[in-house]
Structures are given as C-alpha cells and as structure tokens.
C-alpha cells in the first residue's frame, strides 16, 4: 500500500514561478495562472499508477513525473481548477486514501541572509533555474520536508511580495527554495512561505502510515 506524502492544490500558479516550471519540467508545461496538484508517495514506482488514473479521470496535463527510489513526485495542471481537484480525488480513491492522511510538513531551515556579497551572488546564479539575485539584495532559503511542499511555500511567497525565485526543488528528502530580492520584499515573502507550510494539514512523519 503507498504512503501518501504530499498532497497539495495550488488555486493558481504565479507568474515567475509557472515559468520556472516551465523551465525544469520535462512533461506538458503550465502557465501562469493554471491551477495545480502536487502529489508525492512511497514507494517511488508507484507514481506511475497514480500517472495513468490522474490522465484517464479528466482534461489535467502533467508537467513533471519524478520517480526516486523511495518516492514518487506528479505535478499536474489545468485552467479548470474543477478539473484538477478530479482528478486528484480519483488518485486518492485508486490509493484508498484521503488528503488527510498525507504528512504534516515540517520546516528544517528558514533563514535570511541580508545585504548578499556579490561573490556569493555567483555562486547562487550558477545553480539557479529561475532568476538573479545582485549585490546587495537578500537571500531567503526554506528546506522543508516532504520536498514537494517547496512548490507552495514558492508560490504562496511570491503572492505575498515582489521578489524573484531563483530555484525550487520539489522532489527528494528535502524540498528546498532560494528567493531574492529587497530586503523588505523578502521579509513578507518568507513569512508568507511559512505560514502556507504551517497551515497543510496532516498526520506526523512516520505515523499511520499503512504497506
């Protein structure tokens, strides 16, 4: 039997990050405004199966399929919000499971870093997907558990504020966010990442899970 540990809607994609979407997704790619569904499982393979119900319930396209040795990543996306919650409640009915038994997510590092040298400045410009982060601005980075909860920690956070999102990993042992910006717009922003992730409901990691 899987384990469900990501399970999350987002109403409506923001602008920087459908496109980094877009830029790392190997699948469909979505735009801004389309909503969404992240669903991460173990085992891993299993993701394949939740694929094919997700696709055969409604009209949703995938953007990302991920399969790891212990989990499982799917994003899909539609313009019809309808469709999306469909099709992530066929999921949950072919896994015999219900949203409330995904994992509470856990934040394990949020931090500022204010008024970023410039040398560190490239360093970050080199592995990002998404935009830059100059002299001066500061840096916020959330690594949060299960990884694909990075996906609305990043979206909620740019509602909230004017910053760039330089990259965002969704899948593996930690999902992990880099954002830039003014000082000011970073505050909202991180604030606003934290509360999104606080506010999933959920059960503890490694309780109530069921093989």
Known sequence: ????????????????????????????????????????????????????????????????????????????????????????????????????????PKVYSSQVIRNIDDHQTMLINRMRHGNLITRGQSLYIMEVAPAAYAALAANEAEKAANINILEVITFGSFGRIWLGGEERDIDVAYRAAEAAIEAVTGRADGSGARH
């Open 1 to 104: 039997m899987a384990e469900l540990r990501t399970y999350i809607f987002i109403d409506s994609l923001q602008p920087q990050f459908a496109s980094f979407l877009a830029t790392v997704a190997k699948g469909y790619l979505p735009v801004e405004g389309q909503a969404a569904l992240f669903v991460e499982i173990s085992p891993g393979i299993a993701i394949n199966q939740v694929t094919d119900v997700a696709l055969k319930s409604t009209h949703v396209r995938p953007g990302m399929q991920i399969v790891e040795r212990l989990y499982g990543m799917l994003e899909i996306h539609s313009d019809s919000q309808a469709d999306v919650r469909q099709a992530g409640a066929a999921i949950l009915k072919d896994l015999d499971l219900d949203e409330g038994e995904r994992i509470k």
